[in-house]
């Protein structure tokens, strides 16, 4: 089946402008003016569809932006709470515990502040522990 062609006259605005196309003709390989018209429509037509797909990533990308901005106002709240939550425990222990006598208050520091270094130990292993499990499920999913 043969393209029906559909003649159209174009009147270029300016003399100049009909020189620049015709160098561009002869500069890029065209076999006539009417072809390189025809191409600098189509790229035209493919531009305007590019920049929709552009305007909608961007979109989904605010999009990604406005969720990680929720999630880290949310990571920040419960830092709040957990920081609250320390500080009342810590009233609360401060409150229960009964001071010892003045003859045992150096006895009672030593032994504090080795339950002090055990309680880092642990707390430390078990943030090593996290990371490690977390290291390991990242190396497995690749």
Do not use: W
């Amino acid at each position: 089946m043969s393209r029906k062609a559909i003649p159209r006259s174009f009147r270029y605005p300016s003399a100049e402008l009909r020189e620049q196309v015709r160098a561009a003709v002869k500069e890029r390989g065209f076999s006539s003016e009417q072809a390189f018209l025809i191409a600098a429509c189509e790229h035209e037509i493919r531009q305007g569809a590019n920049t929709e797909a552009t305007e909608q990533f961007e979109a989904r990308v605010a999009a990604t932006l406005a969720n990680l901005a929720k999630q880290v106002q949310g990571l920040q709240t419960l830092a709040h709470a957990q920081v609250a939550l320390t500080d009342v425990f810590l009233k609360y222990v401060i409150t229960c515990v009964v001071e010892p006598p003045e003859d045992a208050l150096p006895a009672a520091r030593v032994r504090a502040r080795l339950r002090y270094e055990k309680l880092v130990r642990a707390a430390a292993e078990g943030i090593s522990n996290k990371n490690r499990e977390t290291l390991k499920g990242m190396v497995a999913d690749e």
